[in-house]
Nanobody, 125 residues
Framework: VQLQACGGGLVQAGGSLRLSCVAS????????LGWFRQAPGKKREGVSL????????YYADSVKGRFTISSDNAKNTVYLQMDKLKPGDTAVYYC???????????????????WGQGTQVTVSS
């Protein structure tokens, strides 16, 4: 199983980026695909996830209304559209796949089995 994340970069505050996570070895519509991020000196935190089995999406409070997660099952790819970026969004962003069973575990890193290599997002003020 491989998850290849890309699309990060340097952007000014208020700008946009779209991250992509291409999966191989699994079908994204069989799993929960999540985006996490980790800033220097901080713990990895959940940002958003999509459960393709029921089409539900979830967002951390800090990104609600600014980020949108979507999935293209034909391309086996999950996207994270990030708008109105803030300097506080600066982090390495990771995609992950898993099968968290209850909502309380959706943003727990332990609930995910496979991780991509991460892509750096830097938002300047």
């Amino acid at each position: 199983v491989q998850l290849q994340a890309c699309g990060g970069g340097l952007v000014q505050a208020g700008g946009s980026l779209r991250l992509s996570c291409v999966a191989s070895g699994i079908a994204v519509d069989d799993y929960v695909l999540g985006w996490f991020r980790q800033a220097p000196g901080k713990k990895r935190e959940g940002v958003s996830l999509i459960s393709n089995s029921d089409g539900k999406t979830y967002y951390a409070d800090s990104v609600k209304g600014r980020f949108t997660i979507s999935s293209d099952n034909a391309k086996n790819t999950v996207y994270l559209q990030m708008d109105k970026l803030k300097p506080g969004d600066t982090a390495v962003y990771y995609c992950a796949s898993g099968n968290p069973q209850v909502s309380s575990s959706y943003f727990l890193t332990e609930a995910y089995d496979y991780w991509g290599q991460g892509t750096q997002v830097t938002v300047s003020s």
